[in-house]
């Protein structure tokens, strides 16, 4: 929690939005049942992810080199799959008690690992 145990607001921006879309479309390339799980899955990802940074804007570690710098993120999932692991961007506005929900990528991707 906050020092004044306050909860902050979670919004999920359009490029978050754009994140889920290529995940979506890679399930997609998958089959129909593995993107049917995906559309079980993603409102649970969302629902869980607002729970805990509304409660714990904190938790996640800065990101210190690269496109993310500045950012905070968090991983979410334990699987040993790959894609169903993701890192979570996002930035917290400690005047508004905000937090945006910038990105979402898989834990490993092309993109190299975060530090």
């Known amino acids: 929690m906050t020092k004044d145990n306050e909860k902050f607001t979670v919004y999920f921006t359009e490029e978050f939005s754009s994140s889920l879309d290529r995940i979506q479309a890679f399930f997609l ?3 129909e049942e593995v993107l049917l799980w995906w559309f079980s899955m993603e ?3 969302i629902k869980d992810i607002d729970e805990l940074l509304s409660s714990f804007p904190y938790s996640g570690k800065k990101v210190g080199v690269g496109p993310f710098e500045g950012l905070r ?3 979410y999932g334990r699987s040993r799959h790959r894609m169903l692991n993701y890192i979570i ?3 917290v506005d400690d005047v508004l008690k905000e937090i ?4 979402i990528l898989p834990a490993r991707s092309k993109r190299s690992r975060i530090r």
Do not use: H, K, R
Request: glycine share 6%; aromatic share 12%; with cysteine.
């Open 29 to 31: 390339e998958q089959g």
């Open 43 to 45: 409102d649970v990802i």
């Open 73 to 75: 993120c968090i991983t």
């Open 89 to 91: 961007f996002y930035e």
């Open 100 to 103: 945006n929900v910038i990105n």
